[in-house]
């Protein structure tokens, strides 16, 4: 592995102190065994590296300083391999409940539900790629959760109240074509 050019001190203070080249230099001493860990443990790369950014997180919000009895290499390869241990127990209680649930038997109306959602889903759409491109732009947004203001700057709007005034027509012309739709009265009732 070579010479450590810093101190376990100096490595905990890097840490702390946030000092990028201490950083840089712990990033190339664990990286390897820390991916090797998780990529062996049904992990990918990526995965690896937010590991080791919570494990940089572990260390410096812990409100005492460690005495370390190891090489700061070791401890800090301990810390990531709990925070990935327990990361696989949640995974695991979460594909557990999912296949569970995916297993449970299906009822005929959720099934009915399902095809009633799908049906409406398909009528909103085909009447939505009739209204105007701009209508388009400022439901898709405001359904995205932009805010007025974020949707009046990236259209290039004059104004919030000219942006809610074209919002509102948007919205009844869409639902005006909607209610016209001869399958809308049979989709709205559920029949």
Known sequence: MGKLRYTNNELLEGVYSRDSRVIKYIMGLVWVPVRDLVIQNS????????????????????????????????????????????????????????????????????VDEEQLYEKRRQLYLKHFKKITKVCQDILKMVSNGFSNEDITAELAFSSVQYMKNRRTVCNKKLMDMIKEDPQYKELKYGL
């Open 43 to 110: 992990g990918k790369e990526d995965d690896a590296m937010n590991l080791i950014q919570e494990g940089f997180i572990a260390i410096y919000t812990k409100t005492e300083k460690p005495q370390l009895t190891a090489s700061f290499a070791t401890y800090f390869y301990a810390i990531c391999r709990n925070i990935w241990l327990n990361e696989l127990r949640i995974r695991k209680k979460e594909s557990s409940m999912l296949s569970s649930i995916e297993s449970a038997p299906v009822m005929a109306e959720e």
